[in-house]
């Protein structure tokens, strides 16, 4: 008891002094020795201590990530919101944006468009942006291109069409399957296959990619609500508070 008694005032001192009061250089290897033991035996004995400081650091990282991801939205938000290119849907005249970038194979995108579109249902003031993002490998990237050949020779219509079916796709993106399922949904099929590997599809993939990048923006699905950057899959509930915190 006495020991440890000496160990907390020890270290409560030393945490308490001013940083010039202590200098564990000017000790001597004796006295550096008797510290380090004092310290680890009050440390042992108070373990809460390391997952407090350890919580306390990991809160600052998340605040300062959220600060940073503000900026980072703030700095391209006219390549998020305004691009040219990316779909829109929901209510284009919604006072909130959602931006979700998706990619077709992703398991927690599937699981996320169903979400997405109650939320939609849900709230009639919610715009919608789309931005194709294929980064699970060549199948993701036929899949992105198919989605977005539809949208340039079909417009918006084929594309929300196309977008819907390949969230429950589950074969290889082939050009004879994607031509299947093109003519299945009324679309040009022989016109969209041809436009897959175009330069101007090539270039709505590239500019996104390119967004990503400076967004930080790793995997997917990831959002932007508002003014936050959402990174990974939420569930219903949670976009709907992020949407209601948004408006306040």
């Given at each position: 008891?006495?020991?440890?008694?000496?160990?907390?005032?020890?270290?409560?001192?030393?945490?308490?002094a001013?940083?010039?009061?202590?200098?564990?250089?000017?000790?001597?290897?004796?006295?550096?020795?008797?510290?380090?033991?004092?310290?680890?035996?009050?440390?042992?004995?108070?373990?809460?201590?390391?997952?407090?400081?350890?919580n306390?650091?990991?809160?600052?990282?998340?605040?300062?990530?959220?600060?940073d991801?503000?900026?980072?939205?703030?700095?391209?938000?006219?390549?998020?919101?305004?691009?040219?290119?990316?779909?829109?849907?929901?209510?284009?005249e919604?006072?909130?944006?959602?931006?979700?970038?998706?990619?077709?194979?992703?398991?927690?995108?599937?699981?996320?468009h169903?979400?997405?579109?109650?939320?939609?249902e849900?709230?009639?003031?919610?715009?919608?942006?789309i931005?194709?993002?294929?980064?699970?490998?060549?199948?993701?990237?036929?899949?992105?291109?198919?989605?977005?050949?539809?949208?340039?020779?079909?417009?918006?219509?084929?594309?929300?069409?196309?977008?819907?079916?390949?969230?429950?796709?589950?074969?290889?993106?082939?050009?004879?399957?994607?031509?299947?399922?093109?003519?299945g949904?009324?679309?040009?099929?022989?016109?969209?296959v041809?436009?897959?590997?175009?330069?101007?599809?090539?270039?709505?993939?590239?500019?996104?990619?390119?967004?990503?990048q400076?967004l930080?923006?790793?995997?997917?699905?990831?959002?932007?609500?508002?003014?936050?950057?959402?990174?990974?899959?939420?569930?219903?509930?949670?976009?709907?508070?992020?949407?209601?915190?948004?408006?306040?």
């Amino acid at each position: 008891m006495k020991r440890l008694l000496a160990s907390t005032s020890l270290c409560l001192a030393v945490f308490s002094a001013p940083v010039a009061a202590f200098d564990i250089t000017a000790m001597s290897d004796a006295e550096r020795a008797a510290f380090q033991e004092e310290l680890r035996a009050y440390l042992m004995a108070n373990p809460q201590v390391i997952l407090d400081s350890v919580n306390q650091m990991e809160a600052q990282q998340a605040e300062q990530q959220a600060q940073d991801d503000l900026s980072l939205v703030a700095t391209n938000a006219e390549a998020l919101f305004e691009d040219g290119f990316s779909w829109i849907g929901g209510n284009p005249e919604g006072d909130l944006t959602v931006v979700e970038f998706l990619d077709y194979r992703c398991g927690y995108c599937r699981k996320a468009h169903e979400e997405v579109a109650q939320l939609l249902e849900a709230d009639g003031n919610i715009r919608l942006i789309i931005k194709e993002f294929p980064i699970l490998g060549e199948a993701s990237a036929i899949s992105s291109r198919f989605a977005i050949a539809a949208k340039q020779i079909g417009g918006n219509e084929a594309y929300k069409a196309v977008h819907d079916a390949m969230m429950s796709f589950g074969g290889e993106p082939s050009a004879a399957a994607l031509g299947r399922l093109a003519e299945g949904l009324g679309l040009n099929a022989k016109a969209i296959v041809a436009r897959m590997d175009s330069q101007e599809v090539e270039k709505e993939i590239s500019e996104t990619r390119a967004l990503a990048q400076r967004l930080q923006i790793r995997g997917t699905p990831t959002f932007v609500m508002g003014g936050q950057l959402v990174r990974g899959y939420v569930p219903l509930d949670a976009m709907q508070q992020i949407v209601k915190e948004e408006r306040n």
